[in-house]
C-alpha cells in the first residue's frame, strides 16, 4: 500500500473512527518520530498550529499536560 492509497483511506473513514485510529497508532508512530530529533521540529510547529486552530489556550494545555505527567510520567498511553 502506498501512502497515496493509505491517506486515501484513512480520508474515507467516519470522523469518530478517524479519531479511534489516531487515539491507537498515535502513541507508537509518535515514539518512534521522535528519536529523529529533525523530523521532531518539523512535527512540533504542525501541532502547535493545529492548537492555534482549535482555540486550545496554550497554558490550558499547560496546565492538562501537567496533569498527565503527574499520572503517567512517560506521557504517553502504556504499549
Given at each position: 500500500m502506498t501512502p497515496e492509497d493509505l491517506s486515501s483511506?484513512?480520508?474515507n473513514l467516519d470522523s469518530d473512527s478517524r479519531k479511534a485510529l489516531?487515539?491507537?497508532i498515535m502513541p507508537e508512530l509518535v515514539r518512534e518520530a521522535i528519536q529523529d530529533q529533525t523530523f521532531l521540529?518539523?512535527?512540533f510547529p504542525v501541532f502547535f498550529e493545529l492548537l492555534q486552530?482549535?482555540?486550545?489556550?496554550p497554558q490550558q494545555l499547560l496546565r492538562m499536560a501537567g496533569l498527565f505527567s503527574m499520572s503517567n510520567p512517560a506521557g504517553l498511553k502504556e504499549p
Open positions: 483511506a484513512l480520508r489516531l487515539l491507537e521540529l518539523q512535527l486552530q482549535s482555540g486550545l489556550d
